[in-house]
């Protein structure tokens, strides 16, 4: 079935027309990349928020302070 859908598509094709310089390449990958960044960016700015919400909260310094004074005494 796939490749009678196939085979109909390619007999009752049309040409587009078109032209696609180099640049459209190039612009495609800029949008993607640009994309990319932009998700880093916003996972960065929130992390503390997205940890929070899946309930690993982060440890605060005083907790850190009491957890080295706690093994020296040991």
């Known amino acids: ?3 009678l859908i196939a085979v ?11 032209y696609l ?3 459209t390449g190039s612009m495609l990958l800029q949008v993607i990349l640009g994309g ?3 998700v880093g960016v ?3 700015l929130g992390w503390h928020k997205i ?3 899946l309930g690993f909260a982060a440890k605060s310094d005083d ?6 004074q706690e093994s020296e005494t040991s």
């Open 36 to 38: 990319i960044a932009a």
């Open 8 to 18: 109909l598509l390619v007999l009752f094709t049309q040409p587009a027309w078109a």
């Open 42 to 44: 916003a996972l960065k």
């Open 51 to 53: 940890r929070a919400a």
């Open 63 to 68: 907790d850190d302070d009491e957890d080295e």
């Open 1 to 3: 079935m796939k490749y």
């Open 21 to 23: 310089d180099p640049g």
